[in-house]
């Protein structure tokens, strides 16, 4: 877009009527001094508290950027999304700017090539729009033609806040609020079939990428902006995190080597290697030897995300078939 387009875009909003805008959404004494319109976010790092930011003619003011907790680093920023209220209806928004990142990632001798895909993302906004278990939101462009996501902003906490909040023992947990969790676990995967069968894929399936809105009850899957590639299956990075999601909604949280050293060495003493998740080697897969009533069904399934293991599944539809037999044994 030309510098001459841009300009148009800020003046449609003057400083001033953004200033009222902003006073009727807060306190009078929070309403900034002086107000900075940005129509192009490319250094998403100068975008900052108190601007304003005008995306497809739409003001949007930039609050804190978001933050996210990721193999044990808790509360990292990410400095190119933002939470931002809608000037025009008050609403809450995430607004994601474009962040180009890629590395390759190895999983059960697999290798997978993995990179953030604004366009990716954008394309799954679409196709979701108004599928109750994904964020919503939609994307536009910015004066330099970057990808923005508008996000709906989802009041509530991650499942896995959910899960390390029950504060029963194992396994009052396992049968009183693990059966009504796979249940819904279940709908998850659910929600990934419709990628999967629409040619798409997460790309990010982990559990603090699911959210329980505070709202509705209902839990949804967040952030699709990772895309990767593997030459002999498109959806088995997918898979295998969603392996990794059960057995953390099984274990009520991590079950680690590291955990059981100090409370349980009897136990410790007790695994194999091939009992170790094949992602993550540290962590139990095999609960069963942890917690022996859990259901042969459910160890059966788990078994595919052992080190080691000569069963895979090929695809979600597979490991549904599995989801649903061993539901109907534990409801």
Known sequence: MTNERAGVLKEKYREEELREMISSRMETSKVPKRIRIITDTTNFNRVDFDDVVILDRHPYLIRHCEREGRFTVDEQPKFWVKRAIDLTDGSKKVIKMVFHEKFTTEVAGLTFECVRSPKKEARILALVRGHQKFMQGFSVKDAAGNIIRIIDHIPGSTIANRIVEQAKGHEAYYYNDFPHIFNEFISLVEAIKFLHDNGEKHGDIRRDHIIYSSVDGIYRWIDFDFNYWH???????????????LIYLAGQGDVTSWQLNEDAPSILEK??????NMVFRHRVANLQKVYPYIADQLTFILKHFFIGSDIMYDNTGEFL???????????
Do not use: C, K, P
Request: without cysteine; glycine residues 10%.
């Open 321 to 331: 078939g599995d989801l649903y037999e061993a539901r109907d044994n534990l409801m």
């Open 231 to 245: 030459h002999e299956n498109m959806f088995s990075y997918d898979i295998f995190g969603l392996g990794n999601v």
């Open 271 to 276: 695994l194999e290697e091939v009992d170790m």
